[in-house]
């Protein structure tokens, strides 16, 4: 077989080459970033949840929440509405916690306050309901309708519990009443029969009883009474304590109403003695043979005492009862004693004799008086300084005996009541002060035309001169200046010993001070330091006496330190003392420097307090005018050398006893200090500074018509210038012109 | 701290954007290779096809040359027209069906490319929205912690 062969024809082929996978990963990138930014949004926004959540619990802290405001009206706290949602989830319902609290405690308070107000339970309810209902109405209508939900609830809720409480209350109430009524009962039970047995009483007739009788023997009504007390107990009522007490009481008065009815007759007849006696007994539990017939004649007897000390073994209680009711009794003994006593001292005093008065009959006596002045009521210092003057006879019926009644000592002794009254009542303390004043001195003046001066009517010495001083200062000064004078003399000593200590401490920082100083009080140092102040000033010697007032009154006061009491002192002294050229001194004309050699005195600074130059200080005028009346005067005589007297030169005027801080006169003096003698009168010149008081008369009359003149011209002027101002305004419209010209602007 | 918060939001925002991005680029890119792919298809169905005319052809010619050797008429005989028309026949099958299987595939391959740009569209647009939901929820958070943006 025939075969061609032929190139086998390619089968190859191309052949698609698939997709391959195009992730990148940026995919992956950008998620991982979104993932990340996610993460931090969400870590950021956690802590910002929680500082938000944190703000609004501390907004809502940080508020005032209340129920209602001043007017009381309710209010609804708000929270801020500026804070974020999430402080504001936070916040709300806290802060509507919060309101239910506040509105909690007004219900509370609300409800209380009717609790207080009502008289029961039920009223209580009542206006409770009425009060919840009016103040969820009162929510409803202010915008607090969803509190009011919450309110109902709390305030029901505090409602129920007040209920429950006034309900229980209520009941405690009832039975405590119900207690009281029958522990009432049995006081007064036993208070009727104490009272009967006092009086000796054995039966009680209180109708017909079970047993047909209608008398109750009073064993039988104190065992009444403890039958009632121990049913108290039995039922719990009372506590076995209470219980005991009310048994003893009833055991303790009895028994005491018994010995009562024993000692009355005692008590009667005021027989101390037997009563003594019977206590005697009740304590030792025995009566002394001795004693046995005075108890009888009492109707007393061992049994009794046996009675008396069998209900407590106490006997000294029962003792003690009896020294009370002895007590009693010798109280009245000594009343009527001293009834006697008065009646005796009455009897004296109507005699007018003058006896050694004792301290209790200085009360009697005050009682005499009240009988018979004040009708019975007691008499006391402040009466007897209303009413001394007004009552007639009573000064005369108050001074008969050597010391004076009590209300009348109380007045000078109580030195205290004054004082007081001066700060308090000045005016009546001035009023008394002088009633006061006027009393002693009618005392003082009665008592020693009496010759009674002894012992200073039983005053005390201090009380005695303090009213001396008081009556001799009213009398110089008058009764304007009581009160200051008293203030002075009645200065409480804490007053004087607080100046006395300012005192010292100003003085221990002056620069002399002696470390050791011994002193209590500054008083000798001041004069010790004053008289070497004034000798080394050279002031006049006795001006030291003077200063030291003014150094005590200024070294007192608190701070004045040692410079400035020196510069107090010495403007003090100038104004005291002026230097003269026409006083004499001792040193006049002598030469002399020094009236002693080595003496701290100068007479060069010998001022004096008399100086016609401080009598007409600024007026030279007047100075000159008596100089020269002085000179005229001089004229009429020579020295004994024949020498012209000259006024200051060979002449000198001496400060006589007379001069006082107003006036001088002078005795005319030569330079050894002898007088000059009138040749025409042959006496002594004297000379006074009141030959200027008709030149001062003349200068003050001038003075005052040149007032007078002044005023005068100034009305004249007034009225000129009212005339003219009228003249002008009737000038017409051009008039004005000379208005507004007289007008200064 | 807030704003530390809004930073927070913009950057995932943005990282979500470039995911999106990065995912629209890698769709795009699958759909570039589809495209290639049918493009490769069309030449394999070519070949193939002209490797299955050569072989036709090639018979047919040694038919025609057998024949001839043995004395036949290629034309009237019948045996060989069976033959001949045999091979013709399975030739056409076998053309169509790998035609059809072409056609078949290279409709996969476009829809293989149009499902890859509708995934990259898809993503951007998911990250778009995801980006938004970001920054609206940090705002809304934003807005919770900030002082005086609540209701009254």
Redesign the interface.
């Given at each position: 077989m025939?075969?061609?062969l032929?190139a086998k024809?390619?089968?190859y082929?191309?052949?698609?080459?698939?997709?391959?996978d195009?992730?990148?990963?940026?995919?992956?990138?950008?998620?991982?970033?979104?993932?990340?930014?996610?993460?931090?949004?969400?870590?950021?926004?956690a802590?910002?949840?929680k500082?938000?959540k944190k703000l609004g619990q501390e907004s809502v802290n940080n508020m005032k929440v209340q129920a209602r405001d001043e007017s009381g009206a309710f209010v609804y706290a708000q929270v801020d509405?500026?804070?974020?949602?999430?402080?504001?989830e936070v916040a709300e319902p806290m802060l509507r916690q919060r309101v239910g609290e506040a509105l909690l405690v007004d219900a509370s308070n609300g409800l209380t306050k009717i609790r207080s107000e009502s008289l029961s339970a039920e009223d209580f309810e009542n206006k409770s309901k009425e009060y919840i209902k009016a103040n969820i109405a009162n929510l409803d209508a202010t915008g607090g309708g969803e509190y009011a939900g919450v309110y109902q609830s709390l305030a029901t809720k505090t409602m129920a519990q007040h209920l429950n409480h006034m309900v229980l209350a209520d009941a405690k109430k009832a039975k405590r009443i119900a207690v009281n009524n029958s522990l009432s009962s049995i006081t007064i039970g036993l208070e009727e029969a104490a009272a009967h047995l006092e009086r000796g009483v054995s039966f009680i007739t209180i109708g017909e009883l079970d047993d047909g009788n209608d008398e109750l023997r009073m064993d039988q009504v104190i065992s009444g009474l403890k039958l009632r007390a121990e049913q108290l107990f039995t039922n719990n009522d009372i506590e076995e304590p209470k219980y005991r007490a009310i048994i003893n009481e009833i055991e303790k008065t009895t028994n005491d109403s018994r010995i009562r009815h024993k000692t009355n007759p005692m008590s009667e007849n005021l027989d101390v003695n037997a009563i003594t006696i019977l206590e005697q007994s009740i304590r030792t539990g025995i009566i002394n043979k001795a004693d046995k017939e005075t108890l009888d004649s009492y109707g007393i007897n061992q049994d009794d005492i046996n009675n008396f000390t069998k209900i407590r073994v106490n006997t000294d209680y029962h003792a003690s009862k009896v020294a009370t009711i002895r007590s009693i009794v010798s109280s009245r003994v000594t009343v009527i004693a001293k009834g006697n006593g008065k009646l005796a001292l009455k009897n004296k005093l109507e005699g007018r004799i003058i006896h050694n008065m004792k301290p209790n009959e200085q009360i009697l006596y005050n009682e005499i008086l009240a009988e018979k002045y004040n009708g019975g009521k007691e008499i006391n210092a402040d009466w007897v300084l209303r009413n001394w003057e007004e009552k007639d006879g009573f000064l005369d019926d108050s001074l008969r005996g050597n010391k004076l009644p009590k209300a009348f000592e109380d007045v000078f002794n109580n030195a205290q009541f004054i004082t007081n009254l001066i700060s308090t009542e000045p005016a009546r303390a001035k009023a008394m002060l002088i009633s006061g004043t006027k009393l002693f001195a009618n005392i003082a003046y009665r008592q020693s035309l009496g010759g009674n001066t002894q012992n200073n009517f039983g005053l005390s010495d201090t009380s005695f001169s303090n009213w001396q001083r008081l009556k001799r200062l009213s009398e110089q000064f008058g009764d304007a200046s009581v009160l200051e004078s008293a203030q002075k003399i009645f200065a409480p000593k804490l007053g004087n010993q607080t100046l006395s200590n300012i005192r010292m401490t100003n003085v221990e920082n002056f620069s002399n001070f002696p470390d050791n100083y011994q002193g209590s009080t500054a008083n000798s140092f001041i004069n010790q330091w004053l008289r070497k102040y004034t000798a080394d000033q050279g002031m006049n010697p006795e001006a030291a006496s003077y200063l030291s007032t003014i150094a005590m009154h200024h070294s007192s006061i608190e701070g004045t330190d040692e410079s400035t009491l020196k510069q107090i002192l010495s403007d003090s002294y100038d104004n005291m003392y002026v230097k003269s050229s026409y006083i004499w001194n001792i040193g006049q004309g002598t030469g002399l420097k020094s009236p002693m050699l080595g003496s701290g005195y100068k007479f060069k600074s010998l001022s004096s307090r008399f100086a016609p130059e401080k009598y007409f200080q600024g007026n030279k005028e007047l100075l000159d005018k008596f100089i020269k009346e002085t000179q005229n005067q001089l004229s009429k005589s020579t020295l004994k050398t024949n020498e012209t007297l000259t006024i200051g030169e060979n002449v000198f005027l001496l400060p006589s006893r007379r001069s006082t801080n107003t006036q001088g006169e002078y005795m005319v003096v030569d330079s050894t200090g002898t007088p000059i003698i009138n040749k025409q009168t042959n006496n002594i010149f004297q000379i006074s500074t009141k030959v200027t008081d008709g030149l001062l008369l003349k200068e003050k009359r001038k003075e005052q018509e040149d007032r007078w003149d002044r005023a005068r011209r100034r009305r004249l002027s007034v009225i000129e210038s009212q005339t003219d101002a009228k003249k002008d305004l009737n000038d017409g419209f051009f008039g004005l012109g000379k208005i507004f010209g007289k007008t200064a602007f | 701290m807030s704003w530390w918060m809004v930073a927070g939001a913009v950057v995932s925002a943005y990282g979500q954007i470039q995911a999106g991005k990065a995912k629209r680029a890698e769709a795009r890119a699958r759909a570039a290779q589809f495209e290639e792919q049918k493009k490769d298809a069309v030449v394999q169905t070519m070949q193939e096809h002209n490797i299955r005319l050569a072989n036709f052809k090639s018979m047919q010619n040694v038919n025609d040359s057998i024949a001839g050797v043995m004395g036949r008429d290629s034309g009237s005989d019948r045996s060989l027209q069976a033959i001949s028309k045999r091979a013709e026949t399975e030739f056409e099958t076998e053309d169509s069906r790998a035609r059809l299987q072409f056609l078949r595939e290279q409709s996969q391959r476009t829809m293989g490319a149009q499902f890859a740009i509708m995934q990259g569209k898809n993503a951007m647009r998911a990250a778009k929205i995801g980006a938004v939901s970001s920054l609206l929820s940090a705002g809304n958070s934003y807005s919770k912690i900030t002082p005086g943006t609540g209701k009254p």
């Open positions: 025939v075969e061609f032929k024809t390619s089968t082929v191309n052949k698609p080459m698939g997709v391959i195009t992730r990148t990963g940026g995919a992956a990138v950008g998620e991982a970033l979104a993932r990340a930014g996610n993460q931090a949004q969400q870590m950021f926004y802590d910002a949840v500082n938000q509405q500026s804070l974020s949602q999430v402080a504001k | -």
